[in-house]
């Protein structure tokens, strides 16, 4: 069965200091890749996704940066953080391919990790 | 511009009552939605979907209703359950960008025992 890992759990960073989250998907093969964020009273912001090795497409221009270097391992980067970073940071994997997606196949979240810029 | 609206930040409801939670959208791109339940300090699960086509999708004690016409969906849990208590998402997808989940805000459902 598939299994995504996330994290750290929780992280508490300062104020222009660098992030580094991680985040893995075991079971699969060629998987996309997401990073969402949840915010104070907001709904789910995509950021990022990946189809494949190299491949990062940002829905949102911010202070953040994401890598695939391998095709199971998906990175959220910043050189440094800002107060408005602060969330609950998602990954997620889903076999959706091509312009019509299947509703069968939906997305597979990690157990995310708490971010505080202080 | 808010794509997808879950106007109801909160909901109370009396264990073995309905629950319905409601959502609206704008895009009608969206080619069919989900349902994602989220508990504190955890990632959503996917709970139930509906394609644009159809207008009912029922797995168990969740349906899930599409009113096209009116851009507007609905998910009923009947009986309701304390653990059901969670948060519930609405999400909208799009063909053109198939990759993309655009999420409401959520509706916290508490079921009181």
């Known amino acids: 069965s598939q299994t995504i890992h996330q994290w750290p759990a929780t992280l508490v960073q300062p104020v222009g200091s660098p992030l580094s989250l991680e985040c893995t998907v075991e079971?699969?093969?060629?998987?996309?890749l997401y990073w969402y964020r949840q915010a104070a009273g907001r709904g789910l912001q995509l950021l990022f996704y990946s189809v494949g090795i190299g491949q990062i497409s940002s829905e949102v221009p911010q202070n953040l940066s994401a890598s695939r270097p391998q095709d199971r391992q998906f990175i959220l980067s910043s050189k440094k953080l800002l107060l408005s970073d602060s969330g609950f940071y998602l990954c997620?994997?889903?076999?959706?391919?091509?312009?019509?997606?299947?509703?069968?196949?939906?997305?597979?979240f990690g157990n995310g990790t708490r971010l505080t810029v202080t | 511009d808010q794509q997808v609206k879950q106007n109801s930040p909160s909901l109370s409801v009396q264990e073995g009552r309905i629950s319905i939670l409601n959502c609206d959208y704008t895009n009608s791109m969206f080619d069919y939605f989900l349902w994602y339940k989220k508990y504190p300090a955890e990632g959503p699960t996917f709970l139930i979907s509906?394609?644009?086509?159809?207008d009912k999708n029922e797995d168990g004690r969740f349906t899930v209703f599409l009113n096209k016409s009116a851009k507007h969906l609905s998910l009923h849990i009947v009986p309701s359950q304390p653990g059901d208590s969670a948060v519930y998402f609405c999400?909208?997808?799009?063909?053109?960008?198939?990759?993309?989940?655009?999420f409401g805000k959520g509706t916290k459902l508490s079921v009181i025992p």
């Open positions: 509906i394609s644009s086509i159809k």
């Open positions: 997620a994997w889903s076999v959706l391919r091509g312009a019509r997606s299947s509703y069968n196949s939906p997305l597979h």
């Open positions: 999400a909208g997808v799009s063909g053109a960008g198939s990759y993309q989940l655009t």
């Open positions: 079971g699969t093969s060629n998987p996309n």
